[in-house]
């Protein structure tokens, strides 16, 4: 039974990782989290009581820290998801995103290779590193037909693309010079349960509930590439327990959409679902997508995103499940069946139970 240590196991991506892991296998998990506003326990709830899961509130920052969860819980491979991720704070607030993609990727690297040195030979050679990228290191595609492979160039945009490009710099860099058994996987946008309601498809199913408007940069052209979270911790397991040392695996939906279709898509299964109030089929502004608004487009704006997905398909024979039409309307159901945990999130309750549980 593999022991794996999902650092960022409360976020979004981790712990749909955490809750794979416990519930379709055998492994067990320590969940490493700082638990700052986008961690969030509740994600949880379903594995919480589990044998096989362990919480620790630690900074990748804090090497002694790491030591300690290394020494005492002696895991056999670490799933790096810990990262800030939102690219407009890393506009308005660079800072944090240096500290934490770069300076503690490199910390929590040099707290792996110690606590790897020290294994004996079988455990060794068994032990894995993966740490989960973006593709927004690769830059934008815009203009072309081409899709983002293993081997595009780097060419990060905005101040988060560029930590996320920086730390997998790193992370290549010490499987070369130290020979840290090290993966590396880059992914599309991600989206599905218990996603944070600053990213755009939470924002705008939560906006459009509550009637208020639903900003689009720009003329909502930029083209992304959409993968279901669930799918995608499907292909980060693959990963650290098939993939091949030192390779690097793109992981996406083959879903490109304009973010402004993605929006209306939003609206229609609304207005299904959960029609505002007087709704006619013969009156446009009855439908949520008359909350549209367009907004000044980011600084340094990408406009197109699109993975090649192909590698990790031949090698390790992962596709996805869900078609962005089936994800996106789980998404929406979910979101409706359930306000509780929405409510949590959008009142700040689920932090002051953070901080009466984990000082």
């Not at 997905?309 to 596709?319: M, N, P, Q, S, V």
């Not at 039409?325 to 689920?350: C, F, P």
């Amino acid at each position: 039974m593999r022991k794996t240590l999902v650092t960022g196991g409360a976020g979004f991506i981790g712990s749909a990782v955490v809750r794979h892991i416990i519930e379709n296998t055998q492994d067990s998990v320590i969940n490493l989290d700082k638990l700052t506003y986008a961690g969030n326990l509740e994600s949880l709830a379903d594995v919480a009581d589990s044998a096989r899961y362990h919480f620790v509130k630690l900074d990748i920052c804090d090497r002694a820290g790491l030591d300690a969860v290394f020494a005492e819980h002696k895991p056999d491979a670490v799933m790096h998801l810990a990262a800030e991720s939102h690219v407009d704070r890393s506009i308005s607030g660079p800072a944090e995103f240096i500290n934490t993609n770069i300076v503690g990727t490199y910390t929590l690297l040099e707290a792996a290779r110690h606590y790897w040195n020290g294994l004996e030979d079988g455990a060794k050679a068994a032990f894995r590193f993966h740490h989960i990228s973006t593709d927004e290191v690769y830059g934008d595609l815009h203009g072309t037909d081409d899709l983002f492979t293993e081997t595009t160039p780097y060419a990060p945009s905005s101040p988060y693309s560029a930590s996320k490009a920086s730390s997998d710099h790193l992370v290549r860099a010490w499987q070369r010079t130290y020979g840290l058994p090290t993966l590396v996987t880059n992914c599309s946008n991600n989206y599905g349960p218990y996603h944070f309601p600053e990213k755009l498809i939470p924002l705008v199913i939560l906006n459009a509930l509550e009637g208020k408007p639903l900003p689009i940069y720009g003329k909502g052209d930029q083209i992304r590439d959409w993968l279901y979270v669930e799918d995608h911790a499907r292909a980060l397991y693959e990963v650290v327990t098939r993939g091949e040392v030192g390779e690097t695996y793109n992981i996406g939906g083959h879903n490109e959409k304009q973010n402004i279709e993605v929006v209306k898509t939003i609206c229609t299964i609304l207005d299904e679902l959960a029609p505002k109030a007087g709704h006619s089929a013969l009156d446009a502004e009855s439908s949520y997508a008359s909350l549209i608004t367009h907004v000044a487009d980011r600084p340094g704006h990408d406009v197109r995103y699109a993975i090649d997905a192909a590698k990790i398909e031949r090698e390790l024979g992962w596709t996805p499940k869900e078609t962005f039409e089936s994800g996106i309307r789980k998404t929406v159901h979910w979101y409706l069946a359930n306000q509780e945990w929405v409510n949590n999130v959008k009142s700040g309750e689920y932090q002051n139970w953070l901080n009466a549980h984990y000082q």
